[in-house]
T-cell receptor, first 112, second 115 residues
Framework: KAGVTQTPRYLIKTRGQQVTLSCSPI?????VSWYQQTPGQGLQFLFE???????NKGNFPGRFSGRQFSNSRSEMNVSTLELGDSALYLC???????????FGPGTRLTVL | AQSVTQLDSQVPVFEEAPVELRCNYS??????LFWYVQYPNQGLQLLLK??????LVKGINGFEAEFNKSQTSFHLRKPSVHISDTAEYFC?????????????FGAGTRLFVKA
C-alpha cells in the first residue's frame, strides 16, 4: 500500500500571501490530521477530519483552515501568512479503528 | 489531561553501544503508546507501538520498548546502535475521547551516534 503523500514538499511564500497544502491518506483511511512542527513549539495539533467533517481542532487562529474531500484527500489552507507560520506541516492518516497514525513526509513552508 | 515527558532532550552515544530513550506519560485513562523516528526534513516514521497484550514490543531497525503501567513509562531501547540511527525520536500517547482520538507528543529526544 502506498503511504501518506503530501504536496508540495517545499514552499516559499511572502508575508500576507495564502497557501494551500495537500495530503492524500493511505488507501482506505478516512481520518486525516494535520500538525505544525517548529523547533520552538514542537509538534502541535491543528485539526482532524473524518469523513469530510472536522472532528477535532487545535488552538490555532482562524487563518488556518482545512477541508476533506469525499475521497478522503485533505487540504489545509493558511491565509495572510506571517513569518511565524514557517514550519514543517505534517499530515497523518489513520484507519477507522483510529488507533495508529501514519505520517506523510511533510511540507516545509518558509515565509519570507 | 494527558502529558508526555521525554526525560532527555539529547543523548550522545558511541556506535555499537546500547541506548535507552526514556518516556513517561500521565493519563487517567487507558492509552495507546508509540515511538516515532524523524530523520532531517522528513516526516515521522512509526518505530513501534503498544496497543494491548505483551508489554514488551519489538519494532523496526532492532528497537524495542517496554510498557510499564505502574511507572507509566514506555522506554525505548536498542542493544547496539548504528550511525544511521542518528535522528530525533518522539514518544506519543493516543487517547480515545468523545470526538475520536487525540495524540499527545513528547518534546523529542535527539539521538546522536558517534563513530
Amino acid at each position: 500500500k502506498a503511504g501518506v503523500t503530501q504536496t508540495p514538499r517545499y514552499l516559499i511564500k511572502t508575508r500576507g500571501q495564502q497557501v494551500t497544502l495537500s495530503c492524500s491518506p493511505i488507501s482506505g483511511h478516512r481520518s486525516v490530521s494535520w500538525y505544525q512542527q517548529t523547533p520552538g513549539q514542537g509538534l502541535q495539533f491543528l485539526f482532524e477530519y473524518f469523513s469530510e467533517t472536522q472532528r477535532n481542532k487545535g488552538n490555532f487562529p482562524g487563518r488556518f483552515s482545512g477541508r476533506q474531500f469525499s475521497n478522503s484527500r485533505s487540504e489545509m489552507n493558511v491565509s495572510t501568512l506571517e513569518l511565524g507560520d514557517s514550519a514543517l506541516y505534517l499530515c497523518a492518516s489513520s484507519s477507522t479503528s483510529g488507533d495508529t497514525q501514519y505520517f506523510g513526509p511533510g511540507t516545509r513552508l518558509t515565509v519570507l | 489531561a494527558q502529558s508526555v515527558t521525554q526525560l532527555d532532550s539529547q543523548v550522545p552515544v558511541f556506535e555499537e553501544a546500547p541506548v535507552e530513550l526514556r518516556c513517561n506519560y500521565s493519563s487517567s485513562v487507558s492509552v495507546y503508546l508509540f515511538w516515532y523516528v524523524q530523520y532531517p526534513n522528513q516526516g515521522l516514521q512509526l518505530l513501534l507501538k503498544y496497543l494491548s497484550g505483551s508489554t514488551l514490543v519489538k519494532g523496526i531497525n532492532g528497537f524495542e520498548a517496554e510498557f510499564n503501567k505502574s511507572q507509566t513509562s514506555f522506554h525505548l531501547r536498542k542493544p547496539s546502535v548504528h550511525i544511521s540511527d542518528t535522528a530525533e525520536y518522539f514518544c506519543a500517547v493516543r487517547v480515545r475521547g468523545t470526538g475520536g482520538f487525540k495524540t499527545i507528543f513528547g518534546a523529542g529526544t535527539r539521538l546522536f551516534v558517534k563513530a
